[in-house]
């Protein structure tokens, strides 16, 4: 039992990374209609521009920061401007392809650029370790797990409380009615890409202790996210949290109690089944078939 | 047809035909290569350029392809028999691999079929007792033909050539019967195709199982062709790399899959003067690509017909003018 608690809270910590990477890649298709297959090499590239200004002597906090504003000029402004205005007009093919090239670019360009190798990375909290009712649980565990959730929770609040948020919620539901509301279509768009760089940021910040800075760490990270996003619903940003933690929480029990070989099975099942009986996930609204 | 494309036909032929001989061993095997890929992106182009099906699982068609006719060629069963169950098998999974198409669309789908990917590659790589897992199955024996050993490249190459222009022309008669027409119209418009008569159920089953069949022939000529096979060809990683293919030669062209293979196989060898970048040069390439032609390297002419056509029509417009202008 304690085994198992302890699975699941550590669980909960990895899904709530995955959670982040999948929130910005629904936030994305919402407003945009992009798929972005590029989604694991967005947390990949931050975690690589962080270790190269503390390499240049920024604590960890001032290079997240100036990580986190690059990242808005580039991965959001620059992502939006250069590869998904230009190709959105030509349906899903187009930017699928575009994204995947994009990706194998930036994986190979980290590789031949930096490094091959895995880089250990600075972790936020501390080595510690709490034993509450014999269950051991790390600090880190906890920390990513709260941090995470916070971040979750506050883009949540942004979209549903404020009136940016609400505006960028009603582009996300209709684009022509939000023109002739007078909503800013392209700026509320902008701004979807710009949480989404922020967002990835993020992760690369919480996951990257565990999983080491290396240039393929964005392969299995992005695929986690689309099955996060899927499992809770690709339409409705509170699943890709629920997501998450299903995709986390399960694929780390799985390798305790199953097999460690099929560790990703079991995700794997779980998002079959949620496609077959219920394609809009867990948390999404059906769309009606449009003629 | 214009003179222009039976001019690049014949190059076409007589490339495929004549340059091999005068090519070293990694010569004549990249065009082998080339040509397993181009059967199997024939395939997934009916399946997401003519019906308009999102797949992203059409390496694990292949690797069903390969490992059929490997494990059979170890049980001592000829590569004969190894091609028409191989062929079989992936029309069968092909076809439930159909069912979720109709029940969701578009990213789901892609979604849907990725999965079957990663599941069917976990099966690779951890049943070992079948598969070999990651040591892989080696010493995959060529076939013969006739009583003719096609052990040497050159021969085997002729052999995956006179397959690719079968599996060409089966397609070519497939896509301009009754059929093809349905696929399209499956593509560009399900609702109306329903109410035109066609059942469009047993048209999205059978987009996957033909595309998957193409792919399950790729396959069991990849295996005797590199004669090792362990699961990393047959990746999600793969299918990606199919899929781009497919859309970057252009999707919904007949010979787009003949383009697209070369940019996916050949393109990259030509870049490893880049050495380490030579990847990071590819992916650039294929986002500049997509910016620059979005329905692939084939709507090429389609754009120069188009630019000729307004540019015929602009003039059209301002003689038409400039005699109004003339009149008092």
């Known amino acids: 039992m304690t085994d198992f608690l302890q699975l699941l809270i550590s669980g909960c910590a990895t899904g709530a990374i995955y959670a982040l990477a999948a929130l910005g890649f629904t936030l994305l298709w919402q407003a945009s209609g992009t798929i972005n297959f590029a989604q694991g090499e967005f947390v990949m590239l931050p975690a690589f521009a962080m270790l190269g200004f503390m390499a240049a002597g920024a604590p960890l906090a001032v290079s997240f920061l100036l990580t986190a504003s690059v990242a808005v000029i580039v991965l959001g402004g620059a992502f939006k401007r250069g590869i998904a205005d230009p190709l959105l007009r030509h349906g899903l093919m187009p930017i699928v392809v575009a994204t995947i090239g994009l990706a194998i670019a930036a994986r190979n360009g980290v590789r031949a650029g930096y490094s091959a190798e895995a880089h250990p990375f600075p972790s936020l909290f501390a080595d510690k370790l709490f034993t509450v009712a014999g269950v051991n649980v790390t600090l880190a565990d906890i920390g990513t797990l709260a941090v995470a959730l916070a971040l979750v929770l506050g883009v949540q609040a942004f979209l549903s409380r404020t009136v940016t948020g609400r505006a960028m919620q009603a582009v996300a539901q209709n684009t022509e009615s939000a023109t002739v509301l007078g909503i800013n279509v392209p700026r509320m768009i902008f701004y979807t890409f710009a949480i989404n760089a922020v967002l990835a940021c993020a992760a690369a910040l919480l996951v990257t202790p565990t999983y080491l800075a290396k240039f393929d760490m964005g392969e299995s990270l992005g695929t986690k996210a689309f099955f996060a996003a899927i499992i809770g619903g690709f339409n409705n940003s509170r699943g890709a949290l629920l997501g998450g933690v299903i995709v986390g929480v399960s694929e780390n029990l799985a390798a305790a109690y199953i097999s460690p070989s099929y560790k990703d099975a079991v995700a794997l099942v779980i998002f079959m089944v949620v496609i077959l009986f219920k394609p809009q996930g867990l948390l999404g609204k059906k769309v009606e078939r449009k003629v | ?328």
């Not at chain 2, 090792?228 to 990683?237: D, H, K, L, M």
Request: hydrophobic share 55%; aromatic share 14%.
């Open chain 2, 1 to 328: 047809m214009s003179k222009l494309s039976v001019a690049t036909g014949v190059a076409l032929a007589a490339v495929l035909l004549f340059v091999p001989p005068f090519l070293k061993n990694y010569g004549v095997y990249l065009f082998s290569y080339w040509l397993v890929f181009v059967i199997a992106t024939m395939g997934l182009n009916l399946t997401i350029g003519y019906a308009g099906q999102k797949s992203l699982g059409h390496a694990a068609f292949f690797g069903i392809g390969a490992y059929t006719v490997a494990i059979l060629l170890k049980a001592g069963i000829s590569f004969w028999i190894g091609l028409p169950l191989a062929m079989l098998g992936c029309f069968i999974v092909g076809l439930a691999l159909g069912f979720p198409a109709l029940r969701v669309q578009t990213i789901y789908l892609a979604f849907a079929t990725l999965g079957f990917n990663t599941a069917l590659w976990l099966v690779m790589r951890n049943e070992e007792w079948l598969t070999g897992g990651t040591f892989g199955i080696n010493n995959i024996a060529r076939p013969s033909l006739f009583g003719l050993e096609l052990t040497s490249n050159l021969r085997f190459y002729y052999f995956i050539l006179g397959v690719a222009v079968i599996m060409c022309m089966l397609l070519w008669k497939l896509l301009h019967s009754p059929w093809g027409k349905a696929f399209t119209a499956l593509r560009d418009n399900p609702i109306r195709a329903e109410s035109l008569g066609i059942d469009i159920q047993a048209y999205t089953l059978l987009s996957f199982a033909i595309g998957a069949v193409y792919a399950g022939v790729a396959g069991a000529l990849f295996a005797p062709l590199v004669e090792f096979i362990e699961p990393a060809p047959f990746t999600v990683g793969a299918s990606i790399m199919m899929y781009l293919m497919v859309v970057v030669g252009g999707a919904g062209y007949f010979w787009g899959p003949l383009l697209g293979s070369a940019v996916g196989v050949i393109l990259p060898e030509w870049l490893r003067f880049a050495q380490g970048w030579y990847l990071f040069v590819f992916g650039t390439a294929v986002v500049l690509l997509m910016l620059w032609l979005p329905d692939g390297l084939l709507s090429i002419p389609d754009k120069l017909r188009a630019r000729r056509q307004s540019r015929a029509a602009s003039a059209a417009r301002a003689a038409a003018a400039s005699r109004i202008e003339v009149q008092p």
